[in-house]
Nanobody
Framework: QVQLVESGGGLVQTGGSLRLSCAAS????????MGWFRQAPGKEREFVAT????????AYGGSVKGRFAISRDNGKNTVYLQMNSLKPEDTAVYYC????????????????WGQGTQVTVSS
């Protein structure tokens, strides 16, 4: 398993942007598919975005498609989530996750999780 630490969350106004970062430990980061999920109060953890180990293929949840972009820098063991045109409904704790193998949008495919970073979008 890898250790994951998220950063970059905060308070932003509607329409603003934030970039989240997730720093990973371990030698095998470049071979691991990575993902971002989020969880709002009283709701289940929701898929946001995922990226293959080589960074070539991505997938997004329907509510963020066209506004968010996932990327990675394998040289820095870091995955990013660029969030643009933020809305109040994007308010949640955002989690970085490492897949156990497959490229997947399912939460159960991920076996390592960060502690989360809070994103709050004010109206």
């Amino acid at each position: 398993q890898v250790q994951l630490v998220e950063s970059g969350g905060g308070l932003v106004q509607t329409g603003g942007s934030l970039r989240l970062s997730c720093a990973a430990s371990g030698r095998f980061f470049s071979s691991i598919n990575m993902g971002w999920f989020r969880q709002a109060p009283g709701k289940e953890r929701e898929f946001v975005a995922t990226i293959t180990a080589d960074g070539v293929t991505t997938a997004y949840g329907g509510s963020v498609k066209g506004r968010f972009a996932i990327s990675r820098d394998n040289g820095k063991n870091t995955v990013y989530l660029q969030m643009n045109s933020l809305k109040p409904e994007d308010t949640a704790v955002y989690y970085c996750a490492a897949s156990g193998g497959v490229f997947s949008t399912r939460r159960t495919a991920y076996n390592s999780w960060g502690q989360g970073t809070q994103v709050t979008v004010s109206s």
